[in-house]
């Protein structure tokens, strides 16, 4: 297998990468760590500034990108959630991927590209270039959050794979392993999961490649250790648990879109005047709210994202 050097890091961050890899191992061993700091009772034998300084990832900066609406709570955000590897149901993904095993973890890079390889996760995410980035993420269910992302956005990546002119797509993959993910023993989707952004979608300041949230390593049922974020998109665009990432000449086949090709398209664009068939898109339910809001206009994303789509028909194109 061909293992990408990580040649191109300067002396400086590898000690930053060292102390993000013991948190990353640290966090792998202790699997109730995460529920225990979220909870506030500490783990016996460890202290609770131990546990939190375990739980960070450092010095994040703050994105100017962020929304400073109310961030949903930690506790919903890890156990109310789509990730159908492991099952449909929304609060078992935080019980049956507790042990997915997520390190080491290598992503294939593919396709229309001059530096194809198989990277190691540690050397695709540098820990310099974390962000922080609340966004609101809009499932195509009608409900929502806000989440604090740590990530990198997607475009200071792919300039090092070197993109041809040919390439005008980009395709994700997530990982196939109905071992360790039992809702993929089931047919309910054509596995592996595929996503998949144009060019200019996955090039935009606002896509994000996650590996956190709350400051924290990404938790296993949020898509660990590598997901995508793309916050003017319905959440299934969002993918999880990447181990392909391929460059194409023409437009991926995405999971949703195959599984109801009249119900989710390639495009996903969070829109209110666009109805799903069989339910309106008009509205939302906050995850803690009481009161459904307006669903905004890609996602209230607009004034950075509209101008990819002029010309295009959302009902269309959807
Ligand atoms: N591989 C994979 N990625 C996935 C999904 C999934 O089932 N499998 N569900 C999607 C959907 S429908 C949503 S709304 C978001 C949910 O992300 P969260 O659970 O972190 O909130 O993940 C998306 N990414
Ligand atoms: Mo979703």
Known sequence: MLIKQADDIKSSEITDEKIYLQRRRFLKTTAHVTLTAATGISLAGISAPEVAAALSMGDIKPSPLSTDEAKTDFKDITS?????????????????????????????????????????????????????????????????????????????????????????????????????????????????????????????????????????VLPNQNGAPLRLVVPWKYGFKSIKSIVKIRFTQTQPQTTWAQAGPGEYGFYANVNPDVDHPRWSQKRERRIGDFFKRDTLMLNGYADQVASLYQGMDPKTLY
């Open 80 to 216: 109310y959630n789509n990730f159908y590897e492991f099952s449909t149901d929304k609060e078992a993904p935080a019980h049956l991927a507790k042990n997915f095993k997520t390190s080491p973890w290598t992503v294939s890079v593919e396709g229309e590209i001059n530096k194809p390889a198989q990277y190691q996760l540690e050397d695709l995410v540098k820990p310099h270039q974390l962000q922080e980035r609340i966004y609101r993420l809009r499932c195509v269910e009608a409900w929502s959050m806000v989440i604090p992302w740590v990530g990198i956005p997607l475009r200071d990546i792919i300039g090092r794979f070197e993109p041809t002119s040919k390439a005008k797509y980009v395709e994700f993959t997530t990982l196939y392993d109905p071992e360790q993910m039992p809702g993929q023993r089931r047919r309910v989707l054509n596995w592996p999961y595929v996503e998949g952004l144009r060019m200019d979608e996955a090039m935009h300041p606002l896509t994000l490649l996650a590996v956190g949230l709350y400051g924290q």
